[in-house]
């Protein structure tokens, strides 16, 4: 066990002193801020977009899981869930001014959001 240990320090040591260690950041992280007077929108496939003014609808593919109005601006989110084998119900959100907020995702077959100037 010692030796397996002295082995494996010595390994990061080296590796350590040749620069191979590599940090990667999230890829959030490295994509820009939207502009005030959007929102920002979150996906269930991990990826995420900037909408401007006006109305955009989505089908449930990928699903949005999270909204966040940017700046003075209100946001409105209307997605409809399937709720049982022929029932549906309404999901709605109201943000502003840099509220976020979360959007059922099990069952979301579409999603309608609507930004207007506050």
Sequence with gaps: ?????????????????????????????????????????????????????GTVSFNGSPAISKVCSVGPVNVIVDATIKTGKTKTATRHLDLSNGQCGRIEIAGQLNATVTITPS
């Design 1 to 53: 066990m010692t030796v397996r240990r002295l082995v494996v320090r010595s390994s990061i040591v080296a590796a350590l002193g040749l620069g191979s260690i590599v940090v990667a950041a999230p890829q959030a992280a490295a994509e820009a801020p939207c502009p005030d007077g959007t929102a920002r929108l979150f996906f269930t496939n991990e990826t995420n977009t900037c909408q401007g003014g």
